[in-house]
Each structure stands twice: as structure tokens, then as C-alpha cells.
């Protein structure tokens, strides 16, 4: 039985920051998500209150916070899309840590007929599926958690969990390109180009850091630093220009770079808040 390691710190922030921003931002809101928040329960994770964390700071996270939301609904926008008008059956979640679109859209699943499957460590899918029982959402029959060594032969894991590479899918990987190195990343992008016409990856980049906002530039060091001390560095940093010429090499058809202005335009264009998305990580589209 693999242990319980629960999920990595980073995905228990960034449920976080989603809940934060329903309840520090005002609407109308990007997502709507407090699921992560109960699989976390963070209070008894920790011994005090989640919104007391110096990362929850509600100033000093702002844009991050609405990097965060815009990319998780532009990915969901882009599932549901394929599945109702793209005849697309199956969604991917690479290091799914505690995404919660499973839980939230089962609505949409469902209607689709998509199998959902989401891969991580053996230790995160098993506390996961544990924290799902005890909360009532259950695993249904549409949605598999899948298991997987990320060093080792991951695409055969999925295989064998159900996950049909000769049918289309919405593969989605965000908040992972940066702990792998380029060779990883690139190998990665080849397999998954090799999916069946129609398919489609969505993944987030980070851009090396004298290409942000300077006011966002000393809060993405102290990032850098942090994972760096946590043992999960940050390895690969890519301009937009070379993480789309790894996407073309690797053989995928159509690529292109969605920058922080087109989600701006997209979900936040509206608000007088002056909320907006970082470009410090920004997403790249690619499909076969």
C-alpha cells in the first residue's frame, strides 16, 4: 500500500489561493472553488488558521492569485468546449495534486459522457481518495485516480489504468513544467503529441523571472528560493518563443502561446478592482 504522504505543499497553496480569492476578492469571480479548501482542511493540518499564512496574504498575492484562477477556468473552459463540440471523451490531469474540476463539474462530465483520469504519486492519489470517501464526493465511475512514478514508465501506468491514446483528449498540466528539466519536458511533449487528431494539451510556463512585472519580479524569487528549500527546485524557465518551438519539435500541429493580456481580455476585463493576472506563468496550447 503506498503512504500517505498527502499532496505536495504547492498544490495545497494553490487550493488555497483559489478559496482566497472568493473570499478577498469581490465578484464577479473567476471560479468558484472552496472544494480544494476541504480536502486540505488545512486548520487541522497545520494548527491554525489557513488565512493567517504569510503566502495568503491577500495584498501581496493579488496578481498571483488571479494567474492562478484564470489559468485553472481557461482549462476548464477549453475541456468543456472540446467535449461538447469536439467530440473529445477523455481529460487528463497530469500531478493533478487537488484539482477539484471532477467534484464541481460532474454535472458537465456527465452530459459529455468524459472519463476524467488524474495522475500523481502513488502517496497523493492515495490521501486523495481517502479525503474524497470521507467528504462524501466519493470516485465515481467516469472519474479514475491514477497512480503513477513520474520517473519511471508513467505513460504505460495510465495505459493500463484505461486511458485510451488512440481516442482524443484534453491533456492538462499546470504548475509542472518548472520542477522538470528541459529533456523531461520536451519527452513529455512527445508523447503526448502522439495522441490521437483532436487532442490537445494545455500546460502553464514560467518566464524567466526579468521577464515579469518588475512588482511581481522579489515575490517570484522568494518563490524560486522556497521550493529551492523545500527540495523541489525550479529547473526550467522558458520565454514564450521556446517553449512553442519545443511544442512544434515535439510534433504537435498547432501551437500557440496564450499570454497574461489575453486572460485579462478574457475573465477579468470587466472589474474595477484593478485584479489582473501576472505574466510570471503564462499557457501554451497545443494540439495534434
Known sequence: MPTETGPDHTAVRTALWRALHLRADAPPHVIEDEVGLRLAA???????GWRD???MDVEATRRTRASIVARARFVEDLVVVRAGRGGVDQYLVLGAGLDTFAQRRAADAVAAGLRVF?????????????????????VP??????PVDFEGDWWGQLVAAGFDPRRPAVVASTGVTM???????????????????GSTL????????EDVEPDQQEQL???QRGARASGTPFLSFYAPERI??????????ETRHVPAEELADRYFADRTDGLRPSRGEELLVAST
Open 141 to 146: 465511475d467516469w472519474l479514475t485516480l491514477v
Open 53 to 55: 499564512r504569510p503566502d
Open 244 to 253: 512553442v518551438a519545443l511544442a512544434r519539435e515535439a510534433g504537435f500541429r
Open 179 to 197: 520542477y522538470l528539466t528541459e529533456d523531461a519536458v520536451a519527452a513529455t511533449f512527445r508523447h503526448l503529441a502522439r495522441l490521437a487528431p
Open 202 to 209: 494545455v500546460t502553464t510556463f514560467l518566464r524567466p523571472i
Open 221 to 223: 524569487r522568494v518563490a
Open 118 to 138: 488524474e495522475a500523481d504519486r502513488p502517496g497523493a492519489v492515495a490521501w486523495k481518495r481517502r479525503r474524497l470517501t470521507e467528504l462524501g464526493y466519493g
Open 42 to 48: 488545512p486548520d487541522a493540518q497545520d494548527g491554525g
